[in-house]
C-alpha cells in the first residue's frame, strides 16, 4: 500500500478530516529541500519502524560590511556598496574592489533539529555531519 493511499485510508477510517491541502511526500537521508536561505535534511533515526528525524539549517549569511575600508578604497557610497554586500566584485578606475576586502568573515546560519523519538545524538545524527542543537 502506498503511503498516501494508508493516509487517505486511515482518515476515512477514523472519520478524521483535515480544513487544509496536505502534500505528502516520501524522503530519503540527506538534503531534502533547498531553499535560498536554508535547508531542511532527513536522517533515518535508529528505531523498530522507519522513522526520520530532521534538521533545519539557514545558509550562511554576509558578514559585517566596512564603510570605512570601502571608503579607504575608493568606493562611493551607493549601489557599489550593495553591489559588494551582496558579495560580487566591483571595478572602480580599472581596479577591482572584491566583497573580502571590505566585509567581515560570513555568519554561520543557525541549525535545529527535530525528532519525535528520542535519540542518541551520536549515532542519529552523525549523518548530518555537523553540530546540531536538539
Request: charged residues 20%; glycine residues 6%.
Amino acid at each position: 500500500m502506498e503511503l498516501n493511499e494508508f493516509i487517505a485510508t486511515n482518515m476515512k477510517v477514523m472519520n478524521f478530516g483535515l480544513s487544509f491541502p496536505v502534500l505528502i511526500s516520501s524522503v530519503n537521508n540527506g538534503l531534502v529541500v533547498n531553499e535560498e536561505k536554508y535547508e531542511v535534511y532527513a536522517c533515518e533515526a535508529e528505531h523498530s519502524v522507519t522513522v526520520f528525524s530532521y534538521l533545519f539549517k539557514e545558509k550562511e549569511k554576509p558578514g559585517e560590511f566596512y564603510p570605512d575600508k570601502a571608503i579607504a578604497l575608493g568606493v562611493p557610497k551607493g549601489k557599489l556598496w550593495h553591489t559588494l554586500q551582496c558579495g560580487e566584485e566591483v571595478t572602480i578606475e580599472n581596479k577591482t574592489i572584491k566583497p573580502s576586502q571590505v566585509m567581515g568573515p560570513n555568519i554561520a546560519g543557525k541549525k535545529i533539529g527535530f525528532s519525535l523519538v528520542i535519540l542518541d545524538p551520536q549515532k542519529n545524527w552523525r549523518s548530518f555531519s555537523m553540530p546540531v542543537i536538539i
